[in-house]
């Protein structure tokens, strides 16, 4: 043995091991730190940690075989420093290797998390005959910068397809997302839940446009139809409504009434339809600059084409939007309802317009209004997704919050692979107190956007409402890491609501109500959280100020399952609730529950 130690030492195994030993807890402590902030699962790190250990000896034996032995007889022979580092590199190149390994595993099963998820299984039930994706059309002009061209008609040619009734329409969200991915049809089918596609390409050239579509049946891979169209460019909205119908009539086996064509002109103007798409392309991101070009865009439109109702409801979306971003300007949100008054004048089945108006009304507590454009919704599409993304904000705000819920799932359903509507079925699962499930939504949220903060406030909720404190901990600490000190306060809030300190909770709440308006929490946040901790008081002097602002969200108060039902038995609250506005609100909520009692 004392011969085995001294060729060790004649090796120098004794410095490569203490190199190795500090190298590699250096590596894991600094991937302690990183592997969180890139999302990586906790299995992660352990699969890091084995393969340092595992590195060792390896390492180890690397070194004895490499180091020449001691001469017999003779001096023994030692390695030179340039040996060791060798050496310990070598270690450290095994170890690195199998991180990779451990994060390629980690990227590959988030991928396949994506796109398995919602994907049908053997249990799961047949997409509907009458469902279809409609692929983002390839751009045949030979020009990038037409790409919003082809995507703008793929778009419109989706809405034309989602408003009607009889075709369950996956959504643009989720659609779109297999842009330029050599996907499978089959996959694509079985992601978004459909049983066919469409796929196309568009070749624009000055004032003709080609467009070649084909339906394709996912089950097997046939055909159900295809055509080509070579026509001016001033009848593609006519082109639009011949492909929607042949689609509608190859996937229900007849042809539906006329519904696509409301409020469309029999022609438009090319310059009109080019700034009308041109204009979608800079809303979508919704940044600042691309919304206020946007706005310049679709004003041209309405003016280009004064009978072209889709021109009117972008123009007033886009003003809605612009409104967030120019405050001060008083004008945005008048310029907005006539923009949509006008939109639903000229087509009053346009479900873009009225779900903009529907927006707008819950805005201004204008409760009536508000009714009369979600029953029209409903009464047009009932299966829209545009229809039941409006319908979870309305019930929501109109005191039916399970209606709510069962409004965001379905959303979900026809938008897998969207990330607003995952958002609001975990925020719809928080306002029903059901925090567990409210986790998991959260998480797939996730998936769809890594490291978002607002959702991972509410995977903390989750999680601190559902006895799961240490992971509720771990992402306070996240959110301090990452000096996101407001998510962490309101974290901090959640767990000490859930490990039942209510006094640490109200201390919690205190220090961020005093840093209000600067904050990103509401009068009604403030006041439905001082009312789940238990600080009844400070609860309603924070509804004193919502209800001063006129803030609509108020009015979610009363359906928070998490708020202790001791708290409307209070003389205050009671007070509060006869004030006009309520009434007002409270009219309306009861003729909807009349409707609802009667199976409208």
């Given amino acids: 043995m004392s011969q085995l130690l001294k060729a060790?030492?004649?090796?120098?195994?004794?410095?490569?091991?203490?190199?190795?030993?500090?190298?590699?807890?250096?590596?894991?402590?600094?991937?302690s730190i990183t592997f969180p902030t890139f999302e990586a699962p906790p299995w992660a790190l352990r699969v890091f940690i084995i393969a340092v250990l595992v590195g060792f000896p390896l390492t180890l034996a690397l070194a004895w075989m490499i180091t020449p032995a001691p001469k017999h007889g003779g001096k023994i022979q030692v390695s030179t420093r340039t040996d060791i580092m060798l050496l310990s590199l070598l270690g450290l190149i095994?170890?690195?290797?199998?991180?990779?390994?451990?994060?390629?595993?980690?990227?590959?099963?988030?991928?396949?998390?994506?796109?398995?998820?919602?994907?049908?299984?053997?249990?799961?039930?047949?997409?509907d005959a009458a469902s279809i994706a409609v692929l983002p059309f390839v751009?045949?002009?030979?020009?990038?910068?037409?790409?919003?061209?082809?995507?703008?008609?793929?778009?419109?040619?989706?809405?034309?397809?989602?408003?009607?009734?009889?075709?369950?329409?996956?959504?643009?969200?989720?659609s779109f997302a297999f842009k330029g991915k050599n996907e499978?049809?089959?996959?694509?089918?079985?992601?978004?839940?459909?049983?066919?596609?469409?796929?196309?390409?568009?070749?624009?050239?000055?004032?003709?446009?080609?467009?070649?579509?084909?339906?394709i049946n996912a089950q097997n891979g046939y055909h159900l139809w295809s055509e080509s169209y070579d026509r001016e460019l001033t009848n593609v909205l006519v082109i639009q409504d011949e492909i929607a119908h042949a689609i509608t009539k190859a996937l229900t086996n007849k042809l539906l009434a006329d519904t696509t064509s409301a409020g469309k002109p029999a022609s438009i103007d090319p310059g009109a339809y080019k700034k009308y798409l041109e204009g979608q392309f800079f809303l979508g991101p919704r940044t600042k600059?691309?919304?206020?070009?946007?706005?310049?865009?679709?004003?041209?439109?309405?003016?280009?084409?004064?009978?072209?109702?889709?021109?009117?409801?972008?123009?007033?979306?886009?003003?809605?939007?612009?409104?967030?971003?120019?405050?001060?300007?008083?004008?945005?949100?008048?310029?907005?309802?006539?923009?949509?008054?006008?939109?639903?004048?000229?087509?009053?089945?346009?479900?873009?317009?009225?779900?903009?108006?529907?927006?707008?009304?819950?805005?201004?507590?204008?409760?009536?209004?508000?009714?009369a454009d979600a029953q029209r919704?409903?009464?047009?599409?009932?299966?829209?997704?545009?229809?039941?993304?409006?319908?979870?904000?309305?019930?929501?705000?109109?005191?039916?919050?399970?209606?709510?819920?069962?409004?965001?799932?379905?959303?979900?359903?026809?938008?897998?692979?969207?990330?607003?509507?995952?958002?609001?079925?975990?925020?719809?699962?928080?306002?029903?107190?059901?925090?567990?499930?409210?986790?998991?939504?959260?998480?797939?949220?996730?998936?769809l956007e890594p490291g978002q903060p607002y959702v991972e406030s509410m995977l903390c909720t989750g999680y601190a409402r559902s006895d799961r404190i240490a992971e509720a901990n771990a992402l306070a600490r996240k959110f301090a890491a990452r000096k996101l000190l407001e998510i962490r306060d309101g974290c901090l809030f959640d767990i000490a609501v859930g490990e039942n300190r209510l006094a640490d909770a109200?201390?919690?709440?205190?220090?961020?109500?005093?840093?209000?308006?600067?904050?990103?929490?509401?009068?009604?946040?403030?006041?439905?959280?001082?009312?789940?901790?238990?600080?009844?008081?400070?609860?309603?002097?924070?509804?004193?100020?919502?209800?001063?602002?006129?803030?609509?969200?108020?009015?979610?108060?009363?359906?928070?399952?998490?708020?202790?039902?001791a708290f409307f038995e209070t003389p205050k609250w009671k007070e509060f609730w006869s004030r006009p506005l309520i009434r007002d609100w409270q009219a309306a909520h009861d003729r909807l529950e009349a409707l609802f009692a009667r199976g409208g």
């Fill in 8 to 31: 060790a030492q004649a090796r120098k195994l004794d410095r490569i091991a203490a190199a190795y030993a500090v190298t590699g807890w250096i590596l894991v402590q600094a991937a």
């Fill in 94 to 127: 095994a170890v690195l290797a199998a991180a990779q390994f451990a994060y390629e595993l980690w990227r590959v099963s988030k991928i396949a998390e994506l796109t398995t998820a919602p994907a049908a299984t053997a249990s799961a039930p047949a997409p």
């Fill in 139 to 174: 751009n045949m002009s030979g020009d990038p910068n037409k790409e919003y061209f082809s995507d703008g008609i793929s778009e419109e040619l989706l809405n034309d397809l989602a408003n009607i009734p009889a075709l369950r329409v996956a959504s643009r969200t989720s």
């Fill in 184 to 215: 499978d049809i089959k996959r694509i089918a079985q992601v978004l839940g459909v049983r066919a596609v469409l796929e196309g390409s568009i070749r624009e050239d000055g004032k003709r446009i080609r467009i070649t579509a084909q339906l």
């Fill in 289 to 371: 600059d691309g919304v206020t070009k946007a706005v310049a865009l679709f004003k041209e439109v309405t003016e280009l084409q004064p009978d072209f109702a889709d021109g009117f409801a972008a123009l007033g979306r886009a003003l809605i939007n612009h409104s967030e971003d120019f405050p001060e300007d008083k004008t945005l949100i008048p310029a907005a309802e006539a923009a949509l008054a006008r939109a639903v004048e000229l087509d009053p089945g346009n479900l873009s317009a009225l779900g903009s108006h529907l927006d707008l009304a819950l805005h201004k507590l204008d409760w009536t209004t508000a009714e």
């Fill in 377 to 447: 919704m409903l009464a047009i599409n009932p299966h829209s997704a545009i229809t039941l993304h409006e319908m979870f904000r309305f019930y929501q705000i109109l005191g039916f919050p399970e209606r709510a819920l069962i409004a965001a799932r379905s959303a979900a359903e026809l938008d897998p692979l969207s990330f607003v509507d995952k958002l609001n079925v975990a925020s719809a699962l928080i306002h029903v107190a059901r925090f567990a499930e409210a986790a998991d939504a959260a998480q797939q949220a996730l998936k």
């Fill in 506 to 565: 109200q201390k919690i709440l205190d220090e961020v109500a005093a840093k209000f308006p600067n904050i990103g929490f509401s009068a009604t946040d403030l006041a439905d959280n001082y009312a789940v901790g238990g600080g009844f008081d400070a609860a309603m002097r924070w509804l004193d100020r919502a209800y001063a602002a006129k803030e609509f969200a108020l009015f979610t108060i009363p359906y928070d399952r998490a708020i202790p039902p």
